[in-house]
T-cell receptor
Framework: EPEVTQTPSHQVTQMGQEVILRCVPI?????FYWYRQILGQKVEFLVS????????KSEIFDDQFSVERPDGSNFTLKIRSTKLEDSAMYFC???????????FGSGTRLTVV | KNEVEQSPQNLTAQEGEFITINCSYS?????LHWLQQHPGGGIVSLFM???GKKKHGRLIATINIQEKHSSLHITASHPRDSAVYIC??????????FGTGTRLTIIP
């Protein structure tokens, strides 16, 4: 069964540092997403990416966040200057098309200290 | 505002019991998803529904468009079914709006 792979599984970073979360989506999928889940809260949408550009972003996805698909396979989420409140589980997901189910990665737990 | 609400928040049952988790949603949904979140945090997609009923093994998902309501049923529940079950919706676009989840615990 094809998988969405996320690395690292856990990252601890100091406040103010930049972090890059990496995802390898399923190869024939066209839509890519980042979601986050703060401990004890529901999963929230961050950004969707289609045809090499952002198709939608949430209010959470401010100038501190960026996404890239640098080499046609990896899909990265960068947080430029981390804050304590960025501590969360970050999930990458991909989808072959708008009417199909999602495949989620196993998540990256980001802890900002 | 696009909303998805689930009940109950927590559910504890004995092994073998029939389980029902409910989800209601606001107007405008194009597809309803049921997801399972394991204790380690990973999320697995169980079903995507826009009408009717789907079955996979011991899991059954139904949706009633008129009542804006969906249910996830588990027959012959087993301790390995213990997880958080999440209802989420597409509201005319590809992103998902998530419910708060139902924490299911099955006691042997």
């Amino acid at each position: 069964e094809p998988e969405v792979t996320q690395t690292p599984s856990h990252q601890v970073t100091q406040m103010g540092q930049e972090v890059i979360l990496r995802c390898v989506p399923i190869s024939n999928h066209l839509y890519f997403y980042w979601y986050r889940q703060i401990l004890g809260q529901k999963v929230e949408f961050l950004v969707s990416f289609y045809n090499n550009e952002i198709s939608e972003k949430s209010e959470i996805f401010d100038d501190q966040f960026s996404v890239e698909r640098p080499d046609g396979s990896n899909f990265t989420l960068k947080i430029r200057s981390t804050k304590l409140e960025d501590s969360a589980m970050y999930f990458c997901a991909s989808q072959t098309g708008g009417n199909y189910g999602y495949t989620f990665g196993s998540g990256t737990r980001l802890t900002v200290v | 505002k696009n909303e998805v609400e689930q009940s109950p928040q927590n559910l504890t049952a004995q092994e073998g019991e029939f389980i029902t988790i409910n989800c209601s949603y606001s107007v405008g949904i194009s597809a309803l998803h049921w997801l399972q979140q394991h204790p380690g945090g990973g999320i697995v997609s169980l079903f995507m529904l826009s009408s009717g009923k789907k079955k996979h093994g011991r899991l059954i998902a139904t949706i009633n468009i008129q009542e804006k309501h969906s249910s996830l049923h588990i027959t012959a529940s087993h301790p390995r079914d213990s997880a958080v079950y999440i209802c989420a919706g597409n509201f005319g676009n590809e992103k998902l709006t998530f419910g708060t989840g139902t924490r299911l615990t099955i006691i042997p």
